[in-house]
């Protein structure tokens, strides 16, 4: 079916290390995608989107990739840090005035 | 600037019930959508509002509906409450909603049907 998925529910990293998210998606008609955090209580926040003419985009502290071939997102977190602990979600907008969300990945930091 | 503001934060009704929920947007925005998160479905949307109008719906029952003011801020509502409503209530506003425009999440109205 037409939806955005996670590859793992968890990840456990030690801080400093270099984070991975991985994200699946089917509809290749998606042609922008984002990730959102969300601590507990909160509600998501924007991290960093890419649009689907670009392959790689960076921000601080956090790289997104898209793969088109396989259908495939990505976050890497570099020096992962405490405050990075939480559920991470990829999201697609298909332009259709929605978001459709993954399932979520719940990242926690070891001391 | 203020961010998205939900109210109430909490809130507990018995079953049969229904419920209001209520957003503002940050100033300047015209979108409003609407998710609701559980545990077992995750995000799920719910719909979307531009200018009092409603672009997009999912698949959720009558029971759920909506509306958008003219000052763009936005309510839901829920009729017939049933424990499996029972969900964080997340609104999200946008300048246009549309393709690639960033949505900004409130704190959500956590909803709890007894």
């Known amino acids: 079916g037409e939806s955005v998925g996670l590859h793992l529910p968890t990840l456990s990293v030690q801080e400093g290390d270099n984070s991975i998210i991985n994200c699946a998606y089917s509809n290749s008609a998606s042609d922008y995608f984002i990730w959102y955090k969300q601590e507990s209580g909160k509600g998501p926040q924007f991290i960093i989107d890419?649009?689907?003419?670009?392959d790689k985009r960076q921000g601080q502290r956090v790289t997104v990739l898209l793969n088109k071939t396989v259908k495939h997102l990505s976050l890497q977190i570099a020096a992962t840090q405490p405050g990075d602990s939480a559920v991470y979600f990829c999201?697609?907008?298909?332009?259709?005035?929605?978001?459709?969300f993954g399932a979520g990945t719940t990242v926690t930091v070891r001391a | 600037k203020a961010g998205v503001t939900q109210t109430p934060r909490y809130l507990i009704k018995t079953r049969g019930q229904q419920v209001t929920l209520s957003c503002s947007p940050i100033?300047?925005?015209?979108?409003v959508s609407w998710y609701q998160q559980t545990p077992g479905q995750g995000l799920q949307f719910l719909f979307e509002y531009f200018s009092e109008t409603q672009r997009n719906k999912g698949n959720f029952p009558g029971r759920f509906s909506g509306r958008q003011f003219s000052n763009s801020r936005s309510e839901m509502n829920v009729s017939t409450l049933e424990l499996g409503d029972s969900a964080l209530y997340l609104c999200?506003?946008?300048?246009?909603?549309?393709?690639?425009?960033?949505?900004?999440f409130g704190q959500g109205t956590r909803l709890t049907v007894v």
């Open positions: 999200a506003s946008s300048t246009t909603g549309t393709g690639d425009t960033e949505a900004f």
């Open positions: 100033s300047g925005h015209r979108s």
């Open positions: 890419i649009r689907s003419n670009m």
């Open positions: 999201a697609e907008n298909k332009n259709d005035y929605k978001l459709s």
